[in-house]
């Protein structure tokens, strides 16, 4: 028998048959299922299942219980008892004693998923990143934490951002903040920033992108674009002392929709638009490709260019949900409904954007958890 494990929303999958399963239910059988065969004692599965936690051994004898229930349905699949030992997982033809992936815990392995999940991530690809996440398993390696972050980070899993106990909350901070950007007034979400970046409360690499990137935007919409250019001589400066090639197009792109709602001129925009055409030939990222259709359909409804400023909105759009970052199309989708509220284009123009970005706010679940990621951001500006 094989089990096909979905570490994005705790379901097994055996026989054509689907069990949901809680967080740490799915952790623990995901353990036992890597090591199918091996026994280990209660106190070992605390550690590798509950690690910097502080559970009771009778955790572990409960979650057994109710693995045991849920999985009943799978006939043959069974958490056996060692009597003075502990627990371990047989599954239907597979010899004992033996590891279904023995390179799971290969080093050589583990750094070069690693490395095809950051080349995913620099791309844009985030369907293949969950793809590939989905399969550790049968692939015989595991993802590390920083990535399970990521990975729901682009599903747009906010859910998990909010209450997960598998990554603290300071690692989490950044991605709850992007959220948070996208459901309310920018003058509000850039007043947080900047607390945010005056307590430095992010790690390192974290902390910057939010301050030479992340703000950009927040400075634009709030009407203040003058601060964004501003910031904007730091960002290049940054980005072209640490070497952070891979930032360049999607800094490009931000500094051609500051400058359009600036009210730079014609000429200038067209000479910002050619660099970004050449940038990204050399880097073509799926993100920054569809934020830059975006920005370009902006630039036509100044130009009152309605029906091109549709079909471009249309495709950077398209182009996001093709990249499966669901924050970032979100995103995109704050970006034109702020700017038609600042420069207003026809009435059905803006009422058809303002529908979709409300439906998609409704369907990835951030008007329903909202309330919460308000609560969280908050008491972490007020328990400092």
């Known amino acids: 028998m094989h089990l096909e494990l979905n570490n994005s929303e705790y379901k097994v999958i055996a026989d054509g048959i689907t069990v949901t399963l809680l967080p740490k239910e799915f952790a623990l059988l ?5 090591n199918v065969g091996r026994t280990f004692s209660r106190e070992q599965l605390l550690d ?54 023995p390179a799971m815990n290969d080093p050589e392995l583990r750094e070069t998923m690693r490395s095809v999940f950051s080349k995913f991530h620099v791309y844009g690809q985030g369907k293949s990143m969950v793809t590939l996440a989905r399969q550790q398993d049968i692939l015989g390696y595991e993802l590390d934490s920083v990535y399970t972050m990521v990975i729901h980070f682009v599903q747009g899993d906010l859910e998990w ?13 950044f991605y709850l903040m992007i959220f948070y950007f996208l459901s309310g007034d920018p003058k509000e979400r850039l007043a947080y920033c900047e607390q945010v970046i005056e307590r430095k409360l992010l790690y390192p690499n974290y902390q910057l ?12 919409l709030a009407g203040q674009p003058e601060r964004a250019l501003e910031r904007l001589k730091r960002s290049h400066q940054v980005i072209a002392e640490l070497g952070y090639d891979n930032f360049i197009p999607v800094t490009l792109i931000t500094e051609l929709f ?71 199309r979100l995103y995109a989708l704050y970006r034109i409904v702020h700017y038609c509220r600042m420069f207003p284009p026809p009435k059905a123009l803006q009422h058809k954007y303002e529908e979709i970005f409300v439906a998609e706010l409704e369907q990835s679940g951030l008007k329903r958890f909202n309330p919460s990621l308000e609560d969280t951001l908050q008491q972490i500006l007020k328990s400092l």
């Not at 951002?161 to 901070?173: A, M, N």
């Open 258 to 328: 500051v400058h359009l709602v600036a009210g730079t001129g014609e000429e200038e925009l067209k000479r910002m638009d050619e660099a970004i055409g050449v940038v990204l030939q050399e880097k073509p990222f799926l993100r920054e490709i569809g934020s830059y259709k975006v920005v370009k359909g902006l630039w036509c409804l100044r130009l009152e260019q309605w029906r091109e400023a549709e079909n471009l909105l249309s495709e950077g759009l398209q182009v996001l949900e093709m990249s499966g970052f669901i924050p970032l």
């Open 161 to 173: 951002l909010l209450h997960t106990d598998e990554v603290p909350l300071k690692e989490r901070l």
């Open 209 to 220: 992108e939010l301050e030479i990137l992340t703000i950009l935007d927040l400075f634009t």
């Open 48 to 101: 590798h299942v509950w690690p910097m936690e502080y559970p009771v051994e009778r955790t572990v004898d409960d979650h057994i219980y109710r693995l045991r229930k849920k999985l009943h349905v799978l006939s043959g699949l069974d958490i056996k008892t060692v009597r003075g030992f502990g627990y371990s997982l047989a599954v239907p033809g597979t010899p004992a004693g033996v590891a279904l992936n």
């Open 30 to 34: 995901q353990f036992l299922y890597r």
